[in-house]
């Protein structure tokens, strides 16, 4: 493992234990207080909560994947139906959700629904959280109501110079800066609360291309179309990069990419697979100059130049002649 990689592994992993000690340190504190469970004296109310740290898996935030990981199982989505409201954790009917929820339900039910739909607009009604990272003065995580401008957003968080933010993590929609004025709401630009911004400097490909290989490192392999077409984009982006100034990538090698993408949207187990192309399309459609100037070759283009290859052998044997090299064919 690269020096880099271990470095901040070690950290992520110290950095989930102190976590950990934390929110049981304050789950002790509340056992203490009578603050948990059957100590509430809300009679026939009994809970309790338990703290497992995952591993980090991308995959397991879909619901049935994470609890397929609680169960002591490698993280992968179940086949629905049944669902986890029907059959969830030990066979049982769960609800799965997330923290923001609960401190949602907890606001509503202190101050009533009616307070809680006043905020918003009448289909996103309530406020969303946004972690805020990249190329801003500002970053951290922010709360706005759901339907603020996503250009609101990014003058709060010093985004003076942006040409595409990310909204709703790797998995969400690429925004060019010519759409800054969508609001943030399930009826127009839904976000998971992750917004990354991208300044000027940026090279769009190059985002989309790391997203590519991050996609294809966390998938959980169940599916061939996921397994092996988020290796295929990777492989085919690798291509167009070298490709740059060497003349060996071609539209041929975008339109491939094309294809990948439609096989992945329709032919996946999970939204992973389904959503893993969305950096890719959505970046071919609003920054398609990147594409174009690695895709410089009239005709196809094979991945290796075998010709080539066969120089050091040339130069060995002092062969010049015509068959000494390879013929080059073109698909029709």
Same mark, same amino acid.
């Given at each position: 493992?690269?020096?880099?990689? /271990?470095?901040?592994?070690?950290?992520?992993?110290?950095? +989930?234990?102190?976590?950990?000690?934390?929110?049981?340190?304050?789950?002790?504190?509340?056992?203490?207080?009578?603050?948990?469970? &059957?100590? $509430?004296?809300?009679?026939? !109310?009994?809970?309790?909560?338990?703290?497992?740290?995952?591993?980090?898996?991308? %995959? =397991?935030?879909?619901?049935?994947?994470?609890?397929?990981?609680?169960?002591?199982?490698?993280?992968?989505?179940?086949?629905?139906?049944? !669902?986890?409201?029907?059959?969830?954790? /030990?066979?049982?009917?769960?609800?799965?959700?997330?923290?923001?929820? @609960?401190?949602?339900?907890?606001?509503? /039910?202190?101050?009533?629904?009616?307070?809680?739909?006043?905020?918003?607009?009448?289909?996103?009604?309530?406020?969303?959280?946004?972690?805020?990272?990249?190329? $801003?003065?500002?970053?951290? %995580?922010?709360?706005?109501? /759901?339907?603020?401008?996503?250009?609101?957003?990014?003058?709060?968080?010093?985004?003076?110079? *942006?040409?595409? %933010? +990310?909204?709703?993590?790797?998995?969400?929609? =690429?925004?060019?800066?010519? +759409?800054?004025?969508?609001?943030?709401?399930?009826?127009?630009?839904?976000?998971?609360?992750?917004?990354?911004?991208?300044?000027?400097?940026?090279?769009?490909?190059?985002? *989309?291309?790391?997203?590519?290989?991050? !996609?294809?490192?966390?998938?959980?392999?169940? $599916?061939?179309? $996921?397994?092996?077409?988020?290796?295929?984009?990777?492989?085919?982006? #690798?291509?167009?990069?070298?490709?740059?100034?060497?003349?060996?990538?071609?539209? @041929?090698?975008?339109?491939?990419?094309?294809?990948?993408?439609?096989?992945?949207?329709?032919?996946?187990?999970?939204?992973?697979?389904?959503?893993?192309?969305?950096?890719?399309?959505?970046?071919?459609?609003?920054? &398609?100059?990147?594409? *174009?100037?690695?895709?410089?070759?009239?005709? @196809? +283009?094979?991945?290796? #130049?075998?010709?080539?290859?066969?120089?050091?052998?040339?130069?060995?044997?002092?062969?010049?002649?015509? *068959?000494?090299?390879?013929?080059?064919?073109?698909?029709?």
């Amino acid at each position: 493992m690269h020096e880099a990689s /271990l470095a901040g592994s070690v950290l992520r992993i110290v950095e +989930q234990a102190a976590a950990r000690e934390g929110f049981a340190r304050v789950l002790r504190l509340r056992r203490g207080g009578a603050a948990a469970g &059957a100590r $509430c004296g809300v009679r026939g !109310f009994d809970f309790d909560v338990v703290i497992r740290v995952g591993a980090g898996a991308y %995959v =397991c935030g879909e619901e049935s994947a994470l609890i397929e990981s609680l169960e002591g199982r490698r993280g992968v989505p179940r086949i629905r139906p049944p !669902f986890p409201v029907e059959r969830g954790y /030990l066979g049982r009917p769960t609800v799965v959700n997330n923290v923001e929820t @609960f401190v949602a339900v907890a606001h509503i /039910l202190r101050r009533g629904s009616a307070w809680w739909a006043a905020i918003g607009t009448l289909q996103s009604t309530g406020t969303k959280l946004h972690s805020v990272s990249g190329d $801003c003065a500002r970053p951290g %995580v922010y709360e706005y109501p /759901l339907g603020t401008p996503l250009q609101r957003i990014l003058a709060d968080c010093g985004a003076a110079d *942006a040409q595409a %933010v +990310q909204v709703g993590g790797p998995s969400g929609t =690429c925004v060019p800066a010519a +759409q800054f004025g969508r609001a943030i709401a399930f009826e127009d630009l839904p976000s998971a609360g992750a917004l990354m911004v991208f300044d000027r400097s940026r090279d769009l490909f190059e985002v *989309a291309r790391h997203f590519a290989r991050f !996609f294809a490192h966390e998938s959980c392999g169940l $599916c061939t179309p $996921c397994r092996v077409g988020t290796e295929l984009v990777v492989r085919r982006l #690798d291509k167009l990069a070298q490709a740059r100034g060497a003349g060996r990538g071609s539209a @041929f090698d975008v339109e491939r990419l094309r294809e990948l993408d439609a096989l992945l949207h329709g032919g996946t187990h999970c939204g992973l697979g389904m959503s893993a192309c969305n950096p890719l399309r959505d970046t071919l459609a609003h920054f &398609a100059g990147a594409y *174009a100037q690695r895709a410089v070759a009239a005709d @196809f +283009q094979p991945d290796l #130049d075998l010709d080539a290859l066969l120089e050091p052998a040339r130069r060995a044997t002092g062969r010049r002649d015509a *068959a000494a090299h390879l013929a080059t064919e073109h698909p029709g």
